[in-house]
């Protein structure tokens, strides 16, 4: 994908099981309630890139609803598999992309690199549970954020725990806590400055040289636990940075235009028909040379098959 940061895994055709039992214990969800009310939502700075259609700004209302605090974590998604047997779409198909400076495996299981994006690297063995290779382990991370999860995996699992993915509306509204067209969840400078007068990093994004170098000043090559750095006004942790968020809505990059035309929008769904599902937030691979999408108004997407290591989500209470 040209200009997008997340990478993609070559798809499978069919998913063995789409459809999860309902859990007959829903699983706890530490959640917030999110009041509602009308935003301006997109890009007032004008600094995305044209083909994402973040612009025009348009005010959107939403209606009250409850959202999670953090990404789904590891640990979450076990319990899932664990009841159900899922299998996630990486499982079924056989590989995944992991990137190259992240890669836990044999050299024979790196399969070759995807079009375009060289350090994504496709890894046979990588998946939810191996999420940068077979040698890797979510029980060594079980509080950081699942990815290596497809948008399909994402509502099986939504389905089984009684939830549902965010509207891209509600993501953006939530994600913002409370601060009015900010480019960050905590203000539109990306960088604080500590007592001692260091950097403050705010976020688990890129530093350094990219794909070539990371100083990992903030502390992390890869994902960060899903509760890490300081949370939104609304208690939300990391809307901005260290894994892509899948949205319920369909991509379209003119869907603002349309959305402006109407007026003020209420609950607003996302187009009918696009090129893929939308990503929100960012991810540890951001950086403002190639994907400056960690700005709350920044928008991707992915087909909803494709899955990588640094794609996961969150979720609100079902409607």
């Not at 044999?106 to 063995?125: E, F, I, K, M, Q």
């Amino acid at each position: 994908m040209s200009q997008a940061e997340p990478g993609s895994a070559a798809a499978p055709v069919v998913n063995s099981a789409v459809s999860a039992a309902v859990s007959l214990v829903r699983p706890a969800h530490e959640e917030v309630l999110i009041a509602g009310g009308t935003f301006m939502m997109g890009d007032p700075f004008d600094e995305g890139y044209p083909a994402d259609g973040e612009t025009p700004v348009h005010q959107v209302q939403v209606s009250p609803f409850s959202i999670d605090v953090t990404a789904v974590s590891n640990e979450q998604f076990a319990a899932f598999v664990d009841e159900t047997g899922y299998r996630t779409e990486s499982e079924v198909y056989g590989t995944s992309a992991v990137f190259h400076m992240a890669v836990q495996s044999s050299p024979a299981d790196v399969l070759g690199t995807a079009a375009g994006t060289p350090w994504w690297l496709n890894v046979r063995g990588a998946d939810w549970a191996h999420p940068m290779g077979p040698l890797s382990s979510w029980q060594d991370i079980p509080d950081h954020p699942v990815t290596q999860v497809s948008h399909t995996d994402a509502l099986a699992y939504c389905a089984w725990a009684g939830r549902a993915l965010p509207t891209e509306a509600q993501w953006e509204f939530a994600a913002r806590g409370g601060l009015e067209q900010s480019r960050y969840p905590w203000g539109n400078d990306l960088h604080g400055v500590q007592a001692n007068g260091e950097l403050e990093h705010r976020c688990n994004i890129w530093q350094g040289t990219f794909p070539t170098e990371n100083t990992v000043e903030d502390g992390f090559l890869t994902t960060a636990p899903a509760r890490f750095f300081s949370p939104n006004g609304y208690g939300l942790f990391q809307t901005s940075g260290n894994v892509w968020e899948w949205c319920a809505d369909w991509f379209l990059p003119k869907y603002y235009k349309s959305c402006l035309a109407l007026g003020t929008v209420a609950d607003p769904v996302g187009p009918t028909i696009g090129r893929g599902r939308v990503m929100r937030g960012g991810s540890y691979l951001c950086h403002d040379s190639y994907c400056n999408r960690y700005r709350l108004a920044a928008r991707s997407s992915n087909s909803p098959e494709s899955a990588s290591g640094n794609c996961g989500f969150r979720t609100v209470s079902a409607p």
